[in-house]
């Protein structure tokens, strides 16, 4: 794994560590950015196959460090913007890539979305 995608999950993961304590009430963006952790790890596995089908995850994060629950908020208020984000669009056509739809064939819960 290369050291950019480290340092984001690292990121993702402390912002993840924020929102578990108050996770009953913001469950939705817990569920996002684990997510997006998931998906990077799946991006790590088939990056030859993401490069190809245009669906990488990776070269649309820069995030910041973050440890404070309001700025993770709007963080992913941006990430999850249906209009404008690249990574959530990634994501929801990941399985478009055909190693990947039959990986979440036998393990639907992989990438489970939000809800």
């Known amino acids: 794994m290369d050291v950019k995608r480290q340092l984001e999950i690292s990121k993702l993961n402390l912002m993840l560590s924020v929102l578990h304590p108050v996770k009953d009430k ?3 963006e ?5 997510m997006i952790v998931r998906a990077l790890m799946l991006e790590d596995k088939y990056q030859a196959e993401m490069t ?3 669906k990488e995850i990776l070269r649309y994060l820069d995030l910041p460090t973050l440890d404070t ?3 993770i908020v709007e963080l992913f208020t941006e990430l999850y913007d249906p209009n404008t984000s690249k990574v959530r ?3 929801e056509t990941m399985d478009s890539i055909e190693c990947i739809r039959l990986l979440l064939k036998d393990t639907p819960s992989l990438l ?3 809800h």
Not at 30 to 34: C, E, K, M, T
């Open 30 to 34: 817990y569920r996002y950015f684990d």
């Open 89 to 91: 669009f990634a994501i």
């Open 69 to 71: 629950l309001e700025p």
């Open 112 to 114: 489970i979305p939000p």
């Open 52 to 54: 190809a089908a245009n």
């Open 26 to 28: 913001h469950n939705f």
